[in-house]
């Protein structure tokens, strides 16, 4: 990793040695330079499997005893656990430099901490998974390219962010910071209400019989789409609903009444009001489907000299983030202790590219634009 | 086909010379011995197109004049348009033997006929189509295995029913008689609804914003899963909605009030509820996921002895769909005018089976069950 600042993590703690948990531990060990990583996981079965598989290099007894001493621990558990299990970690002696998570919300989880687990408390939400379960489904490039939330809502050190990030940049990553209760909203509309749409469309369909037949042994493709993700994993679905049911509450409300709009739109025969909500669907529909053009055909190559004093790479990152500027890929190639580094960023687009320099420049960081010319790999 | 009944189509007349009408086209030439195919559209490059491509072998100037003469008239045009066309249809001199049409909707548009137009006419919707749209993309084998719903209700002649049921065989479709309002609600739930719902989360997730930013720009697969529909021509869709209205605005009012239920249970953290909610959903998608499988894995054929009367084919027709016996598969092998034929039907399953036999053995037919040992290919 010559070149590149490293992120300072040599012990890694993983509590829950799952796909996710498993994953990073894996990614940490190939990519990131980490040479030891302490699992613990409540199935004595799963933390053995991943000790066997070579996924972790030692077994803990308890999330407190895999905590101590560690650089950084990742805590890789169902949502309504973490807090306590965050507690436990922060309370380890010798205390551990920074606790993370994987959880889906994040805005509950950091408001739960105690003043001690906040101080050392980054929140960390990965947007990626699978539909297996368990450390042996466990791949080092399961982070690749995705986007990395990370919330310091939590009033964590800035040097501490610093590390996390580094080290989710390491291991394949995107970096974007968020506040924690905007992430929550987001995810309502994007990840949750989804997943509570699906679920009653099932319901409903699935019960639905007419002249004796079921509804659902007709069902084509488009049915199928819409309820792919019907059923997920109900216990771990139920606390994700539930950690993140206020932001939850208020986008169901929100389609309900939109869906009681188009039934009155029916009921009237309301031809232009029904044509227009299609209408706009499909604009909308098409503006995500060039966003999602625009990230592969057009990045651009933002390069900042930073300095390699504490908290830098830190202050451009939450500045980037405040201003809604999303970088796709970032390394940090280190010059000189003396001279600092080049922290390397693509973004979309030039319009972005160009935001990007004028902030940067505006926060003193000398900074030059690139047309990458070529989609990232 | 040497063996097999023929449907009695030897001309065929295509209203509207789109992708479905092209293939269906297409599928009656090269599968159903029919001859000549007379088509008009209203867009004349269209016609000319299908035309100079072979799709069909004769253009007319409205849809009467194709109509005129013909044992088969097919109206495959928007749902809004089909009364106005079949009644045309319908008056046209020499009058055609049968009517039918590709509309995603039935109900209304067999009440809108004249007694006339409902001596001659019968509902029809092959459950296929297709993203494109126009003659050119049209194939003889869009039908192949397809689910074909036939709907009685506007009062044709048994005769003209099972010369339309032989052609639906012919063509590759699996014909399923069906009442119209019954296939009206079964559509509302399985295909209409979704793509309300499709819309709705759409629009709704596409102008959500928080902190400055765009949700859907970090819009995962289940998103892009639940919206892929999102927008979908919005001319045909308002006026399939507009037709279905009345079973579209009970299925949506439903669906409103399961999302005003879950909004209670997060409001009331009520994790029992919530959980059961994401579990019922778990129940019944598997339930379609094996129904599904079971459609390849145990199917059954049937062979029922029938005479050449009239109307014999038609009877065995509607009392399986009434039984609601879901036919997988069915040929005639016509043996002899006195003797009768051998009608073959693949069924799901060996209850379904027996169920058949025992059905088609009260009817009088000597029937027989085969195990097929094979999926259809």
Same mark, same amino acid.
């Given at each position: 990793?010559?070149?590149?600042?490293?992120?300072?993590?040599?012990?890694?703690?993983?509590?829950?040695?799952?796909?996710?948990?498993?994953?990073?531990?894996?990614?940490?060990?190939?990519?990131?330079?980490?040479?030891?990583?302490?699992?613990?996981?409540?199935?004595?079965?799963?933390?053995?499997?991943?000790?066997?598989?070579?996924?972790?290099?030692?077994?803990?007894?308890?999330?407190?005893?895999?905590?101590?001493?560690?650089?950084?621990?990742?805590?890789?558990?169902?949502?309504?656990?973490?807090?306590?299990?965050?507690?436990?970690?922060?309370?380890?002696?010798?205390?551990?430099?920074?606790?993370?998570?994987?959880?889906?919300?994040?805005?509950?989880?950091?408001?739960?901490?105690?003043?001690?687990?906040?101080?050392?408390?980054?929140?960390?939400?990965?947007?990626?998974?699978?539909?297996?379960?368990?450390?042996?489904?466990?791949?080092?490039?399961?982070?690749?390219?995705?986007?990395?939330?990370?919330?310091?809502?939590? =009033?964590?050190?800035?040097?501490?962010?610093?590390?996390?990030?580094?080290?989710?940049?390491?291991? =394949?990553?995107?970096?974007?910071?968020?506040?924690?209760?905007?992430?929550?909203?987001?995810?309502?509309?994007?990840?949750?209400?989804?997943?509570?749409?699906?679920?009653?469309?099932?319901?409903?369909?699935?019960?639905?019989?007419?002249?004796?037949?079921?509804?659902?042994?007709?069902?084509?493709?488009?049915?199928?789409?819409?309820?792919?993700?019907?059923?997920?994993?109900?216990?771990?679905?139920?606390?994700?609903?539930?950690?993140?049911?206020?932001?939850?509450?208020?986008?169901?409300?929100?389609?309900?009444?939109?869906?009681?709009?188009?039934?009155?739109?029916?009921?009237?025969?309301?031809?232009?009001?029904?044509?227009?909500?299609?209408?706009?669907?499909?604009?909308?529909?098409?503006?995500?489907?060039?966003?999602?053009?625009?990230?592969?055909?057009?990045?651009?190559?933002?390069?900042?000299?930073?300095?390699?004093?504490?908290?830098?790479?830190?202050?451009?990152?939450?500045?980037?983030?405040?201003?809604?500027?999303?970088?796709?890929?970032?390394?940090?190639?280190?010059?000189?202790?003396?001279?600092?580094?080049?922290?390397?960023?693509?973004?979309?687009?030039?319009?972005?590219?160009?935001?990007?320099?004028?902030?940067?420049?505006?926060?003193?960081?000398?900074?030059?634009?690139?047309?990458? =010319?070529?989609?990232?790999?």
């Amino acid at each position: 990793m010559a070149g590149r600042q490293h992120s300072g993590v040599h012990r890694l703690a993983v509590v829950g040695v799952g796909l996710m948990g498993g994953s990073l531990a894996l990614a940490a060990r190939s990519r990131a330079g980490v040479e030891e990583v302490v699992g613990y996981d409540p199935d004595v079965s799963a933390l053995n499997e991943a000790f066997e598989s070579g996924v972790i290099t030692e077994k803990a007894g308890s999330a407190a005893e895999a905590a101590a001493y560690a650089d950084l621990v990742v805590v890789a558990a169902p949502v309504r656990s973490i807090p306590e299990l965050v507690e436990e970690c922060a309370a380890a002696e010798p205390r551990p430099r920074l606790i993370t998570d994987l959880g889906s919300t994040k805005a509950a989880i950091v408001e739960g901490l105690s003043p001690l687990a906040r101080s050392i408390f980054i929140g960390g939400h990965p947007m990626s998974g699978g539909a297996s379960s368990g450390a042996r489904f466990a791949r080092a490039d399961l982070f690749d390219g995705t986007t990395y939330f990370l919330c310091t809502s939590g =009033g964590a050190y800035p040097k501490l962010y610093e590390m996390l990030q580094t080290f989710v940049t390491e291991i =394949g990553a995107r970096p974007t910071h968020i506040d924690a209760e905007v992430h929550d909203r987001m995810m309502a509309a994007v990840s949750h209400l989804p997943h509570v749409m699906a679920n009653i469309l099932m319901e409903y369909a699935g019960n639905f019989e007419a002249g004796g037949r079921k509804a659902i042994h007709w069902a084509g493709p488009s049915f199928k789409d819409l309820t792919r993700i019907a059923g997920a994993n109900p216990p771990m679905w139920r606390d994700i609903f539930l950690e993140n049911r206020e932001a939850l509450a208020a986008a169901v409300a929100s389609v309900s009444s939109g869906l009681d709009d188009f039934r009155r739109y029916l009921e009237s025969a309301d031809q232009a009001e029904i044509e227009k909500e299609i209408s706009s669907a499909a604009a909308l529909r098409k503006e995500l489907l060039e966003h999602e053009d625009i990230a592969v055909a057009t990045l651009y190559k933002v390069t900042a000299r930073i300095s390699d004093k504490p908290g830098e790479l830190s202050r451009v990152m939450v500045a980037l983030g405040d201003a809604s500027i999303n970088v796709e890929d970032l390394t940090l190639h280190h010059v000189s202790r003396s001279q600092g580094g080049d922290l390397v960023m693509y973004v979309d687009g030039e319009e972005v590219a160009d935001k990007t320099r004028a902030l940067l420049t505006s926060l003193g960081f000398a900074t030059v634009v690139d047309f990458s =010319g070529e989609a990232l790999g």
